[in-house]
């Protein structure tokens, strides 16, 4: 089956741009651009757009009426998911890793704007309660007499993937069509594994010639790379694309994680606030920020060397700045 084969519905307002980041690669001393998917709109917008695009339309093909999926409290993913149950005339359920806030900000806020029924799970007991728990919301909705579909985390799956495998080759038409070489590695946060796993299918197909590099932004009980490497392998399934990849294939760089998934690093937040300065340019907490520390650190230590050129995805995620106000602006107090 061919990519465009695949059932997808028009979400995301794409194609998104390519911005050259002059004073930072400056700096750097790298060529440093972002392909700005935090500009794809929908719900918010945010790199999730893509993988619901592919999602929504099986979702919407079995007539489903309540779509469940989960995240943490600062989820970009369940953020956008309810905003896409929405359009399409279903009830978002949310299960999410935290416990219930006195105050709903960023993300939070706006989910329950979608009228999201958001059910929160203790962060301890998230990872042997989840699967359970939405289990639980499907089965009710059967009971009622509605079909439920249930995404996983950051809608990382094998049709989810077809978003970046797209966005690579929507990547491929955009350097050819301005006669700009192609960038010798593509760097993304890692949260889920699904865009990382697209990005390998993608270049694979559409830039044979660029590396893909994923900064983890959170601990992960099996390695990134073999589940990624098994996401990318069952994606290729889907694409009767003969290729097939195994953990070793799969470069992820695990130092920039800071205290753990959703808790801001000082790493990050100094990449926050210096993309912010030099070039305009909003990053996050908890996926963004990190992961460009993390391209800062592996220019320094030299696992990217100077003088490449690297594509940063951008993934969206701003809302996620409001909640750490106070710790963002700490250089203020006094």
């Known amino acids: 089956m061919k990519l465009e084969d695949i059932p997808r519905l028009s979400l995301g307002f794409l194609p998104t741009p390519i ?21 794809t709109g929908f719900g918010g917008g945010g790199n ?24 943490g409290h600062q989820s970009n993913h369940a953020r956008m998911t309810a905003a896409a149950a929405r359009k399409y005339g279903m009830k978002p359920i949310l299960v999410l890793r935290g416990n219930r806030p006195e105050l ?18 203790d962060p301890d007991a998230y990872f042997t309660e989840i699967n359970p728990r939405m289990d639980h ?32 080759k929507e990547l491929a038409e955009q350097y050819s069509a301005a006669g700009t070489q192609v960038p010798d590695y593509i760097v993304a946060p890692v949260g889920s594994g699904g865009t990382l796993a697209g990005l390998h299918i993608g270049c694979a197909l559409y830039l044979p010639k660029t590396g893909v590099i994923g900064i983890a932004v959170t601990g992960s009980a099996v390695p990134f790379s073999e589940r990624i490497a098994v996401m990318a392998n069952a994606g290729a399934d889907l694409l009767d694309f003969n290729k097939r990849w195994t953990a070793e294939d799969i470069r992820i760089e695990n130092d920039y994680i800071g205290p753990g998934y959703s808790i801001p690093s000082a790493d990050g937040n100094a990449a926050i606030k210096f993309a912010g300065n030099q070039e305009g340019v909003l990053l996050d907490p908890v996926y963004t920020g990190k992961a460009f520390a993390g391209i800062m650190g592996c220019v320094e230590k030299g696992s990217i060397a100077r003088g490449s050129s690297v594509l940063f995805i951008h ?9 750490f106000a106070g710790l963002l602006t700490n250089d203020l107090a006094g």
Request: one cysteine or more; aromatic letters at 8%; proline letters at 3%.
């Open 19 to 39: 911005e050259k980041l002059e004073r930072i690669s400056e700096q750097l001393g790298i060529s440093l651009s972002i392909k700005r998917d935090d500009f």
């Open 48 to 71: 999730k757009v893509r993988k619901l695009e592919y999602l929504m339309a099986d979702a919407v093909s079995q007539g489903v009426k309540v779509l469940i999926t989960t995240g």
């Open 104 to 121: 709903y900000q960023g993300n939070l806020l706006l989910d329950h704007l979608f009228g999201a029924e958001i059910d929160f799970l």
């Open 137 to 168: 919301h499907a089965a009710e909705a059967a009971a009622r007499g509605e079909k439920a579909y249930i995404i996983p985390l950051g809608g990382a799956s094998a049709l989810g993937a077809m978003g970046y495998v797209n966005a690579v």
């Open 315 to 323: 993934c969206g995620g701003s809302p996620a700045l409001y909640p």
